[in-house]
């Protein structure tokens, strides 16, 4: 019989590593611009530390029990250099789920960085971490437990974004998306166009005084708007 809640799942392909660096540089509001606004996790998992750019990898999948790490602690020696460890921890945030010491391990290995839907500690030293980023829900001093269950490399959901291994993640100081695969290429070009008018307008506005947007007057028409 299946242990349901408990398994390590077969190793997936990650996408290509151009089809990945095709996001360098986006930020993640002009690329979840492109996906109805909707492809953000929550709100309340933040990054750890300011001012430390753009996170872009691949998706490394885990499920943990609330307030247990012992799926992490494998997964840490599975993950792949350019991996992004994504931890649906349920939410809970009385007991973190990782410290420096796993942090600087996985940066070590090659990681681009770890997000949670739970609490971390130690994160002033987490904080301090140079080319690695960490975003979490919470953080407490309580230490987790490990004694399993848990799931590796299978699909789970983070701050309410369903995430599949291999799924493309970005992150920068304004939170984390998540992106599929097979979907890059043309939100990447889309992206693109999105950064160029962006960058015409602040143009137009530094040298001209100027920010042209003929839908406002528009809109308020459409809706009936009076002037008294």
Known sequence: ???????????????????????????????????????????????IGAGKGQMLGTAFTIKVAQGDNLMFHKAMDMAKPGDVIMIDAGGMTERSIFGSLMATYCKTRGIVGIVVDGSIRDCDEIAELKDFHVYARGITPNGPYKNGPGELRGEITLGGVVVHPGDIVVGDSDGVLVLRPEEAEELAEKTRLVMAKEADILKNILENNSYVRPWVDSKLAEIGCEEV
Not at 18 to 24: K, L, P, S, T
């Open 1 to 47: 019989m299946s242990n349901i809640g408990c398994r390590i799942y077969p190793d997936y392909a990650r996408p290509d590593k151009a089809v990945v660096e095709a996001f360098r540089g986006m930020p993640v509001a002009n690329i979840d611009d492109n996906m109805n606004r909707t492809a953000a996790v929550c709100s309340d998992i933040k990054p």
